[in-house]
């Protein structure tokens, strides 16, 4: 595989067993262009041990006063010098390939799983972690799968020179031949410590830097409780904390370097020593002792291959270890169905919460429990995960609750915690610091930890097909969900729209019914042409308000256009006079088709077809929101957020109000007017 020919058209199983295996399967997998390292990697390291021989040849030829062997002497060095310098330059060629293909394949794979995983990837992993496996953790893999061949070049080489040097000189090569193998094995008992030391690094700094993205994330909401200085004093300890984990792991890799040094250099003392008492006896010749002098000297470029490797593998491993954790999570249902690619229609059915949409109409969905609520849109959409019985009693709520209260100021507070019990932990052996970085539990992470199996729930039901049974691109035609946290890719407001689509609904229509007319005016006094369409919107729309980025994302649903639109929250973060104006026109837009909306906003709620209660996993009560403000206790409390006192207080005028309307003077008209009343108060 060449640059050119990528991407993959196949990038292969992986096997993410562990980060060891991971790595043993890339490399196999890259057999030919290792190969071909390999032998460039000869030509060049043996061309620089050659040299030493052709010098040596040269001094002899000198003492002798040959001219002719001084000139054969030159023509080698030549020789060797046009061969050194081919295999550096393919050496160099082959193993940046290596490094860009392999990096490349570990990308293709990752962006492969959390394409198949969907909303799952995110209950189950860290985003963070996610980009931190596909951008920094990838190089540090196709590193290690690059300099393999290098490594097994040099000490092919160091092999080859000194067999050939016990031929040429035994009684110095001997001394080499014995003083090599020391040298190359005498930095391995220090490099577990530098590896356990460089792995706590990486686990500081990732702390950090989690710490950091949260406080970025929530810099408007720190600011309005006066919270800035608290998380910048967590930032300041966990940034110490890192610092202070490098300067330790910098000293055992500088202690390594050192020993790669004082060895090399102790040996070649030895074996100036010894050939200067062999030349002084006249059992070895000048030009000889020469040549084994800088056949020794030139030995020392090979060897630093030997410390590469081993950084690179201590580097490497928990990368690849990340990176297997990833590509080792599964979807409960088969990625490619059991049916036909062709996405039904029909009425909407949860059999697990009794949930039923009807087709064509816009049902409104009231949970008291916003996490239950985000677990039944995911549901919704075909994505179950392991575990899944959130949507129940709220047993074994697991992964569910766990991303949706992993991130965020939650998620802020727990890594400022996590730093302060790791000045604490810095005490710690080195060797309880390898068996939590070799289990993958340090971080405390989910898929670092065995799971339980548990069987996955019935499948969510579109006309009567159960989604799980569906194409993976099928399901995701049919039923489109979108959560209560959308998130803006950078790009500008018509990239933003152009996604997949029926071609019903055009860009124009699905922004004003999600009300985007004052984004629209403060995307075109950004554009350079006045034309909002070719606004630039910036990561995650982080230039724009909470609730514009809700209403441009709103406008990407709508203009989807799917068979069944599910919506978690649509208008949380938008005032209610924009919420009235988005009910109505997202009613309108989707005349006829099904849409459900998980909320508890009285505005969505009125204009709702229908509206089911979810309460403790099962529906408990389907009606009309005004009807079910009057007799039903437990939807009054979600929307209306009535405590227990004010339910007391006020269901003497409930009653009035009820039996007021059996009198003849008091028709729907009055009792709408006093519901009116009420829900405003």
């Known amino acids: 595989m060449q640059i050119h020919d990528l991407p993959y058209p196949d990038p292969g199983l992986p096997d993410a067993r562990s980060g060891p295996r991971f790595l043993l399967w890339l490399g196999r997998n890259q057999l030919g262009g290792q190969f071909k390292s390999l032998c460039w990697g000869l030509l060049h390291f043996l061309s620089v041990a050659s040299l030493p021989y052709g010098v040596g040849f040269a001094v002899q030829a000198v003492v002798e006063g040959s001219g002719s062997r001084l000139a054969l002497a030159g023509g080698l060095i030549l020789l060797l010098g046009a061969a050194l310098a081919l295999g550096d330059t393919m050496l160099h060629r082959t193993a940046v390939t290596n490094w860009i293909t392999a990096a490349a394949r570990v990308q293709q794979l990752l962006a492969r799983r959390t394409a198949t995983l969907g909303a799952a990837l995110t209950r189950r992993v860290a985003a963070g972690e996610v980009v931190a496996v596909s951008t920094g953790d990838v190089e540090k893999i196709g590193w290690f799968v690059e300099a393999l ?26 001394v080499v031949a014995v003083g090599m193998p020391v040298l190359a094995l005498a930095v391995l008992p220090l490099l577990p410590r530098a590896t356990r030391r460089a792995d706590q690094q990486r686990e500081k700094a990732g702390r950090a830097t989690e710490l950091a993205s949260d406080t970025v994330a929530g810099l408007r909401v720190l600011r309005g409780i006066g919270g800035e200085e608290l998380f910048l004093d967590r930032y300041r300890r966990a940034s110490q904390e890192v610092r202070s984990a490098a300067v330790r792991s910098a000293r055992m890799w500088s202690l390594i370097s050192a020993v790669q040094v004082l060895l090399p250099g102790l040996l070649l003392i030895a074996v100036v020593w010894y050939g200067i008492e062999l030349a002084r006896q006249g059992r070895i010749t000048v030009g000889e002792l020469v040549t084994v002098y800088s056949a020794v000297m030139i030995l020392n470029y090979p060897l630093r291959h030997f410390e590469e490797i081993a950084m690179a593998y201590s580097f490497s ?10 590509l080792s999570l599964e979807r409960v249902t088969e990625p490619g169905g059991l049916r036909a690619a062709e996405a039904p229609a029909g009425d909407l059915y949860d059999p697990v ?22 677990r039944l849109a995911d549901r919704l959409g075909g994505h179950p995960t392991e575990g899944d019985t959130g949507t ?7 992964s569910g609750s766990d991303s949706r209260s992993g991130t965020g100021a939650g998620c802020a507070s727990g890594t400022g915690s996590d730093s302060e019990s790791d000045s604490e932990s810095d005490s710690e052996s080195d060797s309880e610091s390898d068996s939590e970085s070799d289990s993958g539990s340090g971080s405390g992470s989910g898929p670092g930890k065995p799971t339980t199996p548990v069987t996955a729930l019935p499948s969510v039901l579109l006309g009567g097909v159960p989604l799980d049974e569906l194409p993976l691109d099928a399901a995701r035609t049919a039923v489109l969900v979108q959560d209560k946290d959308p998130v803006l890719l950078s790009g500008t407001l018509a990239e933003l729209l152009d996604v997949p689509s029926s071609g019903s609904v055009r860009p124009e229509e699905a922004l004003a019914a999600a009300q985007c007319a004052d984004v629209l005016d403060a995307l075109s006094q950004a554009s350079l042409d006045d034309d909002p369409m070719n606004a630039r919107i910036t990561e995650r729309g982080r230039s724009l308000s909470g609730g514009q980025r809700q209403r441009l994302a ?35 837009l989707r ?5 459900v909306v998980l909320t508890s906003s009285p505005l969505l709620l009125d204009r709702a077809d229908r509206v089911v209660l979810v309460h403790e996993g099962t529906v408990a009560a389907v009606g009309e929101h005004r009807e079910l403000v009057l007799t039903e206790p437990r939807y009054r409390a979600v929307v ?3 405590t227990d006192e004010e339910a007391a207080s006020a269901a003497p005028s409930r009653d009035a109000g009820t039996s007021l309307r059996a009198e003849p003077g008091i028709g ?14």
């Open 149 to 174: 061949s290098r490594f097994a070049a040099a000490a092919l080489t160091v092999v080859v020179v000194c067999v050939g040097l016990v031929i040429y000189q035994p009684a110095l090569g001997i």
């Open 317 to 326: 491993r928990p990368s690849a270890q990340r990176a297997a954790r990833v």
């Open 353 to 374: 919460t009794g949930l039923l949409a009807p087709a064509g109409r816009l049902t409104a969905v009231v949970c008291g429990d916003p996490d239950l609520a985000g």
């Open 392 to 398: 129940g009693s709220g047993a074994g709520t697991g």
């Open 554 to 588: 709103l406008a990407r649903s709508l203009v989807t256009d799917p068979e069944a639109l599910v919506l978690d929250e649509p208008t949380s973060a938008v005032d209610s006079h924009t919420e009235a104006r988005i009910a109505e026109g997202l009613r309108a």
């Open 591 to 595: 005349s006829g088709r099904t849409t």
């Open 640 to 642: 209306t957020r009535e």
């Open 668 to 681: 729907d008209a009055g009792i709408e007017e006093l519901t009116e009343i009420e829900e405003t108060a």
